[in-house]
């Protein structure tokens, strides 16, 4: 007798796995039919299709993963990691921006047959050399990035922004960081700033570092003076001590001086609460928009309902992730050659936080 029944308790039967020759039987088809049917080959009336995949429900049948991985020659994971979140690995998932590409890009790969596997930034090698995977996803890679190296030199496929352009193995997909600076600094000039301020994460990511590029090249162009600080962490913290210091200076509230003046409009590129940042700028004694022009690079959704709702600038993570999927896709399944990548538009919400004008 075993302990389980000693004691009054049974462990439930293990039911047997329902088999593709089973679903064969109980509809009446062959069995190369329902194969045909339930993979979307063969030719196939539309009720013989359609028997064989209901029935293939209904009895609760699953293709048997390891047969068709060994056929295929794919385990169909694709691993996915956050480069710029290496000292805190697994926080990029509070971040609006990051919740929705890491949500997209699971839901959009398990509708083309791909599982994710998330992976923390700064992996070591050893933590998933003996996972099979089929590619790997490294969102926002910094500087030198050694997983993009070690991945590389595995012969594994890296899907990432354009940093990684032009490497054998790797594909891009990636926006317009000059193209955005732009849009937004001239919606502000066009409300009347004259002394915009950056505030941006201390970040060697390639998106930042175009950022600064481009606002620096702006400001040039137009004669205007540079106010930039960078919040020294993630997180709404160190995000809204960042735009504090930038509003600090002579005027409402101000404290001091700072180079060029007061700020007249702020462009908030480090990720923060919407709400939090007006919070900030009515703490320093400014009227939003009358004092300062608001634009938050942002994908809260709190900031179309604030007073007044903020102007956000988004990076469009959704069709970021679904470009990049059905990439990755066209390269492991249709033997795609290396594309120059492809390059999704940003978009300027224009809200109350950045209008004294009425727009055109």
Not at 49 to 73: D, S, V
Not at 148 to 160: H, Q
Not at 165 to 172: K, T
Not at 285 to 312: F, I, K, N, Q, W
Request: hydrophobic share 40%; aromatic share 4%.
């Amino acid at each position: 007798m075993t302990e389980a029944s000693s004691s009054g308790h049974t462990s439930p039967p293990t039911l047997p796995r329902v088999r593709l020759v089973d679903v064969a039987r109980e509809s009446g088809l062959s069995k190369t039919t329902v194969s045909a049917a339930l993979n979307g080959t063969g030719r196939l009336s539309p009720a013989v299709r359609e028997k064989a995949i209901a029935t293939a429900r209904r009895m609760g049948y699953r293709p048997n993963a390891t047969a068709r991985q060994l056929r295929a020659g794919r385990a169909r994971l694709i691993g996915y990691v956050v480069g710029e979140f290496a000292e805190t690995p697994w926080t990029f998932l509070e971040s609006p921006y990051f919740a929705k590409l890491t949500g997209a890009t699971a839901a959009t790969a398990l509708r083309r047959g791909y599982a994710v596997v998330l992976l923390p930034a700064g992996s070591l090698q050893d933590e998933w050399a003996d996972l099979p995977l089929d590619a790997v996803v490294v969102a926002d890679p910094v500087a030198d990035d050694r997983i993009v190296e070690e991945l590389l030199a595995a012969r594994i496929p890296v899907f990432s922004d354009r940093s990684v352009a032009g490497r054998p193995g790797a594909h891009w997909v990636d926006v317009d960081a000059a193209a955005a600076v732009r849009e937004a600094l001239d919606h502000l000039a066009e409300q009347g700033a004259r002394r915009p301020a950056l505030v941006q994460p201390d970040s060697t990511t390639r998106f930042h570092t175009g950022v600064l590029a481009a606002y620096r090249h702006w400001c040039a162009a137009h004669g205007l003076p540079e106010r930039v600080v960078r919040a020294e962490a993630a997180g709404n913290g160190p995000v809204v001590r960042a735009v504090e210091t930038a509003l600090a200076g002579p005027g409402p509230g101000g404290r001091g001086g700072s180079a060029g003046g007061r700020p007249d409009a702020l462009l908030v590129v480090a990720e923060a609460s919407p709400p939090l940042i007006l919070d900030a700028a009515r703490r320093h004694g400014y009227r939003v928009p009358g004092d300062l022009l608001l634009v938050c690079v942002s994908e809260d959704v709190t900031a179309t309902h604030t007073e007044p709702p903020v102007t956000t600038l988004s990076l469009r993570p959704e069709e970021v992730a679904k470009a990049g999927v059905e990439l990755l896709v066209g390269v492991l399944e249709q033997g795609l050659a290396e594309s120059a990548g492809v390059l999704v538009p940003t978009r300027l919400d224009v809200r109350g936080s950045s209008l004294r004008r009425p727009r055109d």
